[in-house]
């Protein structure tokens, strides 16, 4: 069967038929997919019962496998998943959804903020491949916004203005903004901040993004409030509803998109009820800031 691709938002999104992600992709298969993602950016796949090594596998038809090391505060020892999968569940290893306030929980609440995956990383993500494996009965839409557009949509004054701005980022400015604010050293260690360039251009097409994410909380050269405000400003520009797509889950879709072009959230759910939303990550191949290890 061939792979057939349907348009689901004006500026991005494709829903791709006939493929079977239980087994391993053609060359050609690998290839048309990786196309589709650097022009739709987001790409959901319906009825795809997979296993996490089967996820992971497809997964490499993209790239190498980001280690997971250093996106947390919950200890390898206490993972519930071992197979190589980013947990974006809201269980604990016994498999019952984690309490309320606990720390784990509390932490990964960020996902709730806008975001792209691993931007906290001297070198950020480059897909994120999401699995629903139980669906929660309320709530838990993720949404994705066009960063592409977003872009091509500012003026050419602030596109000016912001071609050549740096911007530090860290989970501790994402949390810190929930009031998620104490850590251990080890924690302020792994998390202290990175750079990542504010304009990104895709390697492939070219097209310019908005690199934002909550993730970002100081512009090198202005102050933190100066700073914020323009990320503020830029990131209610970017998630205006013309720019973002809905993804209702279904059990078993898997949706996969470009973190380099999109920015996400998921909205909140019945933290009392299962959620069991599991992420195979590609790594992304080079910062976005050169040469960051000299910083
Ligand atoms: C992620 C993420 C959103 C969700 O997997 O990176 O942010 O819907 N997940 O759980
Ligand atoms: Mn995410």
Redesign the pocket.
């Known amino acids: 069967m061939a792979i057939a691709i349907r348009q689901l938002h004006p500026h991005f999104v494709g829903e791709v038929t006939g493929l079977d992600l239980r087994k391993p992709l053609t060359r050609q298969e690998a290839t048309e997919v990786e196309a589709a993602m650097d022009k739709y950016a987001v790409l959901v796949f319906h009825d795809q019962d997979i296993t996490d090594e089967q996820q992971l596998a497809f997964a490499l038809n993209f790239g190498e496998r980001e280690n997971a090391r250093g996106g947390t505060v919950t200890k390898k020892e206490d993972y519930r998943l071992t197979s190589g999968l980013n947990d974006?569940s809201n269980l604990g290893k016994d498999g019952k959804p984690l309490a309320r306030g606990h720390r784990t929980h509390l932490f990964n609440l960020g996902?709730c903020l806008w975001?792209s995956?691993s931007s906290f990383r001297p070198i950020p993500a480059k897909f994120?491949l999401l699995s629903a494996r139980v669906v929660n009965p309320k709530g838990g839409n993720t949404e994705f916004a066009d960063m592409r557009a977003a872009y091509d949509a500012l003026d050419e004054e602030t596109k000016a203005e912001i071609e050549d701005l740096i911007c530090e980022h860290s989970l501790m400015y994402s949390r810190g903004s929930l009031g998620f604010l104490d850590y251990t050293d080890e924690e302020k260690e792994m998390f202290k901040p990175v750079l990542q360039r504010l304009v990104r251009t895709h390697p492939v097409h070219r097209r310019k993004s908005l690199y934002l994410s909550s993730h970002a909380g100081a512009v090198r050269g202005m102050s933190m409030p100066e700073g914020r405000l323009l990320l503020r400003d830029l990131t209610e520009h970017a998630t205006r509803r013309e720019f973002v797509y809905v993804h209702k889950w279904k059990v078993h879709d898997l949706v996969m998109w470009d973190n380099r072009q999109t920015m996400?959230r998921v909205r909140r759910y019945d933290q009392s009820q299962p959620r069991d939303m599991r992420r195979a990550t590609v790594a992304g191949t080079e910062p976005t800031v050169a040469p960051q290890a000299a910083e």
């Open positions: 974006v996902n975001h995956d994120s996400h």
